[in-house]
């Protein structure tokens, strides 16, 4: 565990030096976003990984495997969690208030709407053969939009603040929707309980207010 722990951290540091170099030469000689940039090189590297183990030598070969065979709960409950506090946290809270309708109208209807319509392209243009519980669990995840390079080229290219915000929210919310909803179907294909409207309520309630009420009660 402590090797794949300093395995882990060489590549997070060397990461953060590469990119930090990365984003000032870019900056000097292209005006190309960086944000894109970066997916590149992300998948170029993937790809010659894959291709040879020992392309980038042993240490950052190893690192590389940890990380690309990471648990999905370091994703959901260590990485998540800090990408969503700095969006919320430098969101500007006036703009937000005025876009509220809008935004709780594309992370709530919108959400479902994608849901549904991302479930049955599923079913009736890829063939898949699932029942509708599967393919709506599958077009949950698929709706649960990252805004976080969306709104990064938008700061970076000067556009107006209002489209950031109502991106940025729209995105903070739609990740709590599309939870919802993939707990929903993934309880109704495990459990052998019928599911019912009680039970989906209570669902998007416990996990809509769960985390609100601990935080106000931790202070």
Known sequence: ?????SAGARLVDKSTVMGRYSVNLLAIFTRFPYTVIVMLMGALIGMLHELDTNIFGK??????DHWSNVSPEVVLF???PILLFESAFSADVHIFRHEAKQIFMLAGPGVITSTGLTAA???????????????LMFGSMMSATDPVAVVALVKELGMNERIGTLIEGEGLMNDGSAIVLFNVFKTAITSSETLTAGSVVGTAFRLSCGGPVVGVVLG
Not at 59 to 64: D, I
């Open 1 to 5: 565990i402590a090797r794949s722990s």
């Open 78 to 80: 260590t990485i998540l």
């Open 59 to 64: 240490t950052l070969g190893e690192s590389l």
């Open 121 to 135: 392209f599923a079913i009736y243009v890829f063939g898949y053969d699932w029942d509708w519980y599967t393919a």
